[in-house]
């Protein structure tokens, strides 16, 4: 049987920390679907289509290894991509208790709707101060994010 897990994230944009996590989740599962979703709450830097781009244009770049899809969900619930795809487990970077106190209620209804488990996956300690929020305030007042997110983000954002 296939393992197949989904990795969501808002991924605005795609940093160094979640291109570990995904690296990570790639060696574990057959397929591994990054799935772009929109977030509500946060108002969006990046179109949705140009952050989908990024983050193919950022695992290419990285050779990231794995049977990998990159694609985008805004309507239904996450579990009801995951139903769709065949997938059995989500997986989500957790860089601290925040965090963890963020994603666990939701991990437990994930559950309980559709059977879907949540793994949480902590960063390489070296990006887990890192935040695709963090990204867009220091490169709005004109700072150098290259420390922080893949080159081609880097590139994308100075322009």
């Not at 990285?62 to 239904?76: D, K, L, Q, Y």
């Not at 309980?112 to 101060?129: C, G, K, Q, R, Y």
């Amino acid at each position: 049987m296939k393992r197949i897990a989904v990795v969501p994230g808002s991924f605005d944009p795609i940093t160094l920390g979640h291109l570990d996590v995904i690296s990570r989740a790639a060696g574990l599962f057959d397929e591994l679907h990054v799935l772009v979703v929109h977030n509500p709450d946060k108002s969006a830097l990046l179109p949705i289509a140009q952050r989908v781009s990024l983050i193919e244009k950022s695992l290419a770049d990285a050779a990231v290894p794995g049977n990998i899809v990159v694609t985008s969900w805004s309507m239904g619930l996450l579990v009801d991509y995951c139903t769709d795809v065949g997938a059995s487990v989500l997986v989500k970077g957790i860089r601290s208790q925040v965090d963890v106190a963020y994603e666990t209620p939701m991990a437990i209804v994930n559950r309980n709707l559709a059977s879907v488990e949540t793994i949480f996956m902590l960063p390489d300690p070296a990006h887990a101060h890192v935040s695709s929020s963090l990204v867009r305030q220091v490169a709005a007042l004109g700072g150098d994010v290259s420390p922080y997110v893949p080159p081609v983000v880097a590139n994308y954002l100075v322009r």
